[in-house]
């Protein structure tokens, strides 16, 4: 991989001969795979054909200087984030890469990624009862609580394995999989060595019990890491284990999906050399009838943060992925206090209820209404610290715990109802109400408990055939942080391909009145199928944006920008 | 030999690989995947089927506010679709293990009768070179993909219907 690296820094011209070097390569595997191919498996060539596929993405910004928002110029005035995927697949064979380009790394995502490369490619056998991949993978174990690797490109994240993936479908109903391998870090490769195994039994289809209307399906895994220990004081284990076992039963409308995890002493960075063994329990509960559903589910964790390398910071080698209980909030402001999952320890519950009103009935209106109401809430866990036996070989439990324990502390908390409902034949309209609490000191160490309350209001109107105008206001008040926030949106589509959309954020209660400033961004977009361009000025507002629980902060920045995309 | 350096060895490398794209290009099939049915079975997306007729495929999210328009204005004619033309509609969820538990609720409580599936850590996704969600597909009565969409604005479904109906 590392010789496909070419570093940003070069001079244009090297940075064009290498990149015409690269696509020669990219050409000549790829002819050299095609032929391969053809003539290993001329036989099927009637019943599957090769065929190429692939997607393409580039997102680029300039950044300009703002006095007013504190929004910095960037040295290079644009920078950019692109990729474009290419498969190839021929039978039960499939070849792929990933190109990638970060000429630079937009704001907001680590610059780490600066340069250009392909850090993606894989070779990838599947038949209906073996599969293997050589190269780069991607994969989950359960609920991913032992093991995940995947990618998130808005959020920076990607943690693909590369080394070898094996799964087995030995009999009807039951599903191993096995993998070894080092993950991605940036262009380069994390220091430890995973090795993986899992394994899940359907039981219903196992054992042939198609009249038993209850469905069960068991799993576990195991996964482990090996990086060398080079520590001059502490002894590290070099080999540090996960395991986890899940179950999930379903009948009629009702589900249960629960996980358990146990994580073997592994001081790192994130618990600050904590010996202790990590442990977390997930579970979900589901039920569905007529129109009526529901999601409860609870969590508790100690100690589970666990990567690739022991010294991993940020959103760097996660090795497992642990999500945060609260809901995902869709609208910006409600999302501006967004709680991502504390590794080292914490406690949750959730509650969601969905509701639809039916139609002709006089609270469901003519339509019917769709109501959801949301509660969540996450404690610290509740710890008592332990003095330290040897300073000279510190290694200790830094403090204990039990099971299932809750602390004093509020982390995080929210309440919310929605209601959609379509008024007429042409207006459609949604309101949101919310409060919640956001322990920034305990998380973030400065700032208190932020309390807030939301609202949103979104309404479509269907103007004439394929025109519609959208309408959307949304209000934040607190008396923490930037203090009270409003902002505004209009959109206009003409579908199939046009849009336009005009948003203000202003935050007219910022108590320093220098600071209740308009954060403004016009955007337009053209579609047709599935190629995409998107332009737009404006000013961003300093925030976070999180997806799963996984956060990632974005400066306040200020110029144009331009979002393509295409699959084929 | 593949090593090789030299031109002449790339300029038949070329030709070659030209003349086995120009005897083997069709178009795309649904790739053999495995993703998850509502009730947590395995399933393989190359078992995707609809008797010779119509199919779309659309992925989508709970938290994906386009995505949840777009099925609901499908949901919405979707028996007029189904009388005049067979089409099946499947809805993938990319909702990963943290919102994965709210799908069937959620989809239940919309009233909508796709078939649904769950993509949790985006592998069909991938396999099918979807960016971003929502993507939707319109597969004809063999299977191939014939026309595909990405993003979703009020009255979009009108022109998928459209491309539904010229498939006949």
């Known amino acids: 991989m590392a010789n496909y690296i070419v570093k940003s820094n070069l001079r244009p011209f090297i940075f064009l001969t290498h990149s015409l070097k690269i696509m020669r390569k990219i050409v000549y595997s790829l002819a050299l795979v095609s032929i391969a191919f053809s003539s290993l498996f ?66 907001g995502i680590s610059n780490a990624y600066d340069g250009t490369g392909i850090p993606y490619k894989f070779f990838n056998y599947k038949s209906d009862e073996l599969e293997f991949t050589v190269g780069n993978f991607y994969e989950q174990f359960g609920s991913g609580m032992s093991l995940r690797a995947y990618e998130d490109k808005t959020l920076g994240i990607d943690n693909a394995f590369e080394g070898v993936l094996v799964r087995h479908n030995p009999h009807k109903g039951i599903y191993l999989k096995g993998l070894v391998g080092k993950q991605r870090l940036f262009f380069d490769l994390g220091p430890g060595i995973v090795r993986g195994a899992d394994a899940e039994i359907q039981l219903n289809e196992a054992f042939k019990l198609d009249s038993v209307e209850t469905q069960i399906t068991l799993g576990g895994s195991f996964v482990s890491r090996y990086q060398a220990d080079r520590n001059p004081i502490l002894k590290l284990p070099e080999n540090v284990a996960i395991m ?55 969590k508790w964790l100690n100690n589970m943060s666990f990567r690739s390398s022991r ?5 760097d080698l996660m090795l497992n992925y642990l999500p945060a209980i609260s809901k995902n ?25 969905f509701y639809r009103l039916k139609p002709k009935t006089l609270l469901g209106g ?38 299932l324990s809750i602390g004093d502390e509020r982390l995080y908390e929210d309440i919310s109802i929605d209601i959609q409902k379509k008024l007429s034949k042409r207006v459609k309209s949604f309101f949101s109400l919310q409060y919640s609490a956001y322990n920034r000191q305990y998380i973030e160490g400065k700032d208190g408990m932020i309390e807030a309350f939301i609202f949103v ?23 923490q942080d930037y203090g009270d926030w409003v902002t505004a949106a209009l ?75 295409s699959t084929f | 030999m593949f090593k090789s350096k030299q031109p002449a060895m790339y300029k038949f490398l070329f030709i070659s690989l030209i003349s086995a794209l120009a005897l083997n290009l069709t178009a795309q099939n649904i790739p053999s995947v495995e993703i998850k049915t509502m009730s947590g079975k395995t399933f393989n997306t190359a078992d995707l089927t609809n008797n010779g007729k119509p199919i779309v495929i659309s992925f989508w ?103 539904i109906k010229e498939i006949k």
């Open chain 1, 42 to 107: 001329s036989q099927e060539e009637d019943e599957k054909k090769g065929h190429f596929s692939g997607n393409f993405q580039i997102d680029a910004q300039t950044y300009m200087e703002d006095t007013i928002t504190g929004a910095d110029k960037a040295p290079e005035i644009m920078l950019m984030n692109s990729y474009a995927n290419l498969r190839y697949t021929y039978g039960k064979l499939t070849a792929g890469l990933r190109f990638e380009s970060y000429l630079n790394t937009l704001q």
């Open chain 1, 244 to 298: 986890a076992t899940r179950l999930s039963v379903q009948r009629g409308g009702f589900s249960i999906v629960s996980e358990y995890g146990y994580k073997i002493n592994d001081p790192s960075a994130d618990n600050l050399n904590n010996y202790q063994p990590g442990q977390a329990i997930m579970s979900d509960i589901s039920f569905t009838k007529g129109t009526f559903g529901m999601v409860v589910g609870g």
């Open chain 1, 311 to 315: 010294s991993a910071q940020n959103n």
């Open chain 1, 329 to 353: 909030h869709i609208y910006s402001l409600p999302a501006m206090y967004p709680y991502a999952t504390q590794l080292n320890g914490e406690a949750g519950i959730k509650a969601e209820i």
């Open chain 1, 366 to 403: 003519k339509y019917g209404t769709l109501i959801t109401l949301n509660y969540s809430r996450v404690q610290t866990i509740d710890t008592t610290n332990l003095p330290m036996l040897d300073s000279i070989r510190p290694h200790w439990n830094r403090y204990e715990t039990s099971f």
């Open chain 1, 457 to 479: 209001g979104d309404m479509t109107f269907s103007l004439k055939p394929k025109h519609a105008l959208r309408a959307e206001l949304q209000f934040l008040s607190t008396k």
């Open chain 1, 491 to 565: 959109e206009y589509t003409v579908s199939p391909h046009w849009f336009v959309a005009l948003v203000d954020q202003y935050n007219f209660g910022n108590s320093d009145s220098d600071k209740q400033l308009h954060y403004y961004m016009v955007r337009t977009g053209y579609t047709k199928g599935a190629n995409r361009i998107q332009i737009g000025y404006g000013r961003q507002r300093q925030g976070v944006i999180c997806i799963g629980g996984v956060c990632r902060m974005v400066p306040a920045s200020t110029g144009f920008n331009i979002s393509i995309s």
């Open chain 2, 61 to 163: 999210a709970t938290w994906c506010k386009p995505c949840v328009k777009e099925l609901s204005a499908i949901h919405e004619n979707y028996i007029d679709w189904q009388e005049e033309t067979g089409v099946k509609v499947i809805a993938i969820s990319t909702d990963d293990s943290r919102s994965m538990s709210r799908v069937a609720p959620y989809v239940n409580s919309k009233g909508w009768d796709f078939e649904v599936y769950c993509d949790p850590n985006g592998e069909f996704k991938r396999a099918m070179n979807v960016a971003n969600v929502p993507h939707t597909f319109l597969l004809d009565g063999n299977g191939k993909i014939v026309w595909q969409h990405t993003s979703y604005i009020d009255g979009d479904e009108e022109e998928l219907f459209e491309k």
